[in-house]
């Protein structure tokens, strides 16, 4: 079964008649770990390697010392070789909601997977990228 996302229309009150909204490409998902839901959108990037979101949500799901964990990953951007940010990875539920309107867990598919927590905090919630099923 295919599931098709519309891209999220975001108003441009400075862009005149020409460029009044922009359309991204982002996607209501939640994070689930010990029974914290957290609700947020994420940039869907087919080009990212990961999953990655800033990590404050990794306090409010509960994850005490985000950085204590075998698994963290130096990132640099794109064409950039001096390291920009580390990921600490997390196993948890990511939550792919089915419908916008209707955010709740019973309406939603749960991917178990490993989810980055940026060191460094960047201009949106998180970045989905490929599943790193553990």
Known sequence: MTYRFPYTRISNPYGGNLVKFRFHPLL???LLSNSILIKTEAYIDTGAQWCLFNNDFAKRLGIKNYQDTQDKIVLSGVGGKKPSNTAYFHKLNLVIFKDIKKDKL?????????VGFLEN???????LGLLWIP
């Open 28 to 30: 209501r998902v939640g």
């Open 106 to 114: 019973n309406n939603s598919w749960q991917i178990e997977t490993l």
């Open 121 to 127: 905090p960047i201009g949106f919630s998180g970045i």
